[in-house]
């Protein structure tokens, strides 16, 4: 069965097509920019890379030259759109109706957007681009997969805010959860990894955001992101936890307004408050040569990181398994060996060779002393909402 996967965003547009149930990867794409004059798409198949360079002033019209690119005679993957039996959507708030994976309808498009207040920047792309893959594929069944849907097994005493309980009520205020496609196709691989039946597992997603969840017997027990995606760990451009006294400190200090504040704390806090970058190659590299800002910011990173390795650790009475992935945790062995570092009262002791060796697959760093397992695993969220797409519809 050939499955497309959809990750709508607000101006771009990511694609794969899978065949399932082998999980081969037949071509991927990506459409950036759109709405503006500088769109393109790039198509991937295997080692051919094409860049199409064209306005594209709506996901409709990106998806329609995607078609185009799937179905080509020479280097496309399909021969009509009947092929695709199957559109699998990244859909990223799922609020607390959505426990799983569904079949879209009329009544999941409604739910989708009545949540647009709660996930405002991707509920809304996510909607367009399950609309236009309606169109050009309708024969497809159109499938969504929730980024909250993993976090559904939360315990209330994880979930709710000490906040006045009528106001969490009527709002349905509470610790949603992201990244959990991730978090459940890696810790899924941990799992295998340990061979045991009851896992303690926490899991690092680290990449431009950033988050952590204490996952118990394969189910989500605890999570660092939480209403919005603003929590937790310091992120590329997210302060994550902050003392909210700070919020009218602020406001009364600059004269500026709560959307204003929260412009700053999204967009311009985190790494890039602290230390004027965001990509973290560039920051560890900054460090390394003296950059004092840098240096610090990275231990404040790591910092915060080990906190939550401690608090989950508790939360769950053990720990088996500490999993790194997403761009920094897959690919940066100095953040790995910062976070590991003096660790070991809970067990934690990373093997600096291995952690040093270049990781493309997942692999066990820790040494041969450590009571828990670090593993690398790098994420794959399309392959893992292939699967899911493909089992909602073969179960
Ligand atoms: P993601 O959101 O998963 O695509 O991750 C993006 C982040 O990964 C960016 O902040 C990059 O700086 C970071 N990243 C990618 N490669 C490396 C690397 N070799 N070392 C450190 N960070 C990296």
Do not use: W
């Amino acid at each position: 069965m050939k499955i497309l996967v959809i990750n709508s965003g607000s101006s771009s547009l990511k694609f794969k097509v899978y065949n399932m149930p082998e999980e081969k990867m037949l071509c991927s794409g990506l459409i950036e920019r759109i709405g503006e004059k500088t769109s393109r798409l790039i198509y991937k198949k295997e080692d051919l890379e094409l860049i199409h360079e064209e306005s594209i002033e709506s996901h409709e019209k990106g998806l329609t030259i995607a078609v185009r690119f799937l179905m080509n005679k020479e280097y496309g993957v399909i021969s009509s759109a009947k092929d695709i039996m199957t559109v699998g959507h990244r859909v990223v708030h799922g609020g607390r109706d959505f426990f799983d994976t569904v079949e879209i309808d009329e009544k999941v498009k409604f739910d989708i957007e009545r949540l647009f207040s709660l996930a405002p920047l991707h509920n809304p792309a996510n909607l367009t681009g399950i609309e236009v893959a309606e169109q050009l594929f309708p024969h497809a069944k159109q499938i969504a997969v929730f980024d909250t849907s993993f976090h559904q097994t939360m315990p209330e005493k994880a979930y709710l805010y000490a906040l006045p309980k009528d106001m969490s009520e009527k709002y349905a205020i509470r610790n949603y959860g992201f990244h959990g496609t991730s978090h459940k196709y890696v810790s899924e691989i941990a799992q295998k990894m340990l061979n045991k039946k009851d896992s303690k597992i926490i899991s690092l997603h680290l990449g431009n955001g950033c988050s952590v969840t204490a996952i118990e017997n394969g189910k989500s027990l605890d999570h660092s992101l939480g209403f919005g995606p603003a929590t937790g760990l310091i992120m590329g451009t997210r302060s994550g936890d902050i003392d909210h006294s700070i919020l009218p400190f602020i406001s009364k200090q600059y004269g500026i307004s709560i959307d204003e504040i929260e412009d700053i704390l999204n967009k311009k806090s985190g790494m890039l408050g602290l230390t004027g970058k965001t990509d973290m190659r560039d920051i560890v590299d900054a460090a390394e040569q003296g950059n004092k800002d840098c240096q610090l910011a990275l231990s404040m990173n790591a910092y915060r990181i080990q906190k939550y390795i401690g608090a989950y650790t508790a939360a769950m009475n053990g720990l088996d398994a500490l999993i790194f992935t997403a761009g920094i945790g897959e690919n940066s062995a100095y953040i790995r060996n910062e976070v590991c570092k003096n660790m070991t009262y809970l067990g934690i002791e990373i093997d600096e060779f291995k952690n040093n060796r270049k990781i493309v697959s997942p692999v066990d760093i820790s040494n041969s002393v450590s009571k828990v397992r670090i593993f690398v695993i790098p994420t794959n969220e399309e392959l893992e909402i292939a699967k899911q797409s493909y089992n909602t519809m073969t179960n």
